[in-house]
């Protein structure tokens, strides 16, 4: 049975810092790994996706690495900025139509 | 493309009412997710659809709880008789055939 955990469970960070969040998973029969945000009361917001054959993915300041041997996958924040401010969710489907497994999330919080 | 709509965004019920959740997929996509998030908790996956079949129904709770994708409308999700352990935010996803998925904005359901 697939699990993911995230650490840090929460984080704080003055404005312009670079960060990681981590997401850790149990079984490495991916077939991909998405990084979802979620703002307070809304919905979730697709940042990346890796497929398994990939080693990361970049857009604008977010880098997400993948490591399935090691059944982990970080999420890099270059330069924060108070707008990153939202709960970081990463989640895994076992197939391409699979449901897809959440992790607990990490809330960051970016301090102007 | 308007991507995966969710109706109504807030649902208010008394204790003993239906609620009909409703979730249009992505054009092009014929596999639909429900996801539930209780206050303070992670998303846990309920159900999964396509047209006119149940894939997926390991998250569902035995009772009172239904799912519906047919040939033609929305998905449905219904839940029969609420309590007040029911409200929490209600997501669906849509997933093309390569994965990734993207998730509606949420119906928000309130028992009270």
């Known amino acids: 049975k697939q699990e993911v955990t995230q650490i840090p469970a929460a984080l704080s960070v003055p404005e312009g810092e670079n960060l990681v969040l981590n997401c850790s998973f149990t079984d490495s029969a991916i077939y991909n790994l998405q990084w979802f945000r979620q703002d307070p009361g809304k919905g979730l917001t697709s940042l990346l996706l890796?497929?398994?054959?990939?080693r990361e993915q970049t857009s604008g300041r977010l880098n997400a690495s993948l490591d399935k041997s090691s059944g982990r996958s970080t999420l890099y924040i270059a330069a924060s900025q108070p707008g990153d401010s939202a709960t970081y969710l990463c989640?895994?489907?076992?197939?391409?139509?699979?449901?897809?497994?959440f992790g607990p999330g990490t809330s960051l919080s970016v301090i102007p | 493309n308007a991507g995966v709509m969710q109706n109504p965004r807030h649902l208010v019920r008394r204790r003993g009412q239906e609620a009909r959740l409703r979730c249009s997929p992505m054009k092009g996509h014929s596999h639909v997710y429900w996801y539930r998030q209780l206050p303070e908790e992670g998303l846990k996956f309920m159900v999964y659809?396509?047209?006119?079949?149940?894939?997926?129904e390991s998250g569902m709770p035995k009772e009172r709880f239904s799912a519906e994708f047919p040939k033609e409308g929305p998905s449905i999700l219904r839940i029969q008789q609420v309590v007040r352990g029911d409200s929490a935010a209600y997501f669906c996803?849509?997933?093309?055939?390569?994965?990734?998925?993207?998730f509606g904005s949420g119906t928000r359901l309130t028992v009270v």
């Open positions: 996803a849509s997933s093309p055939k390569l994965g990734g998925y993207t």
């Open positions: 890796i497929q398994s054959s990939q």
């Open positions: 989640a895994v489907p076992k197939t391409s139509y699979d449901k897809v497994i």
């Open positions: 659809l396509q047209k006119e079949n149940i894939i997926d």
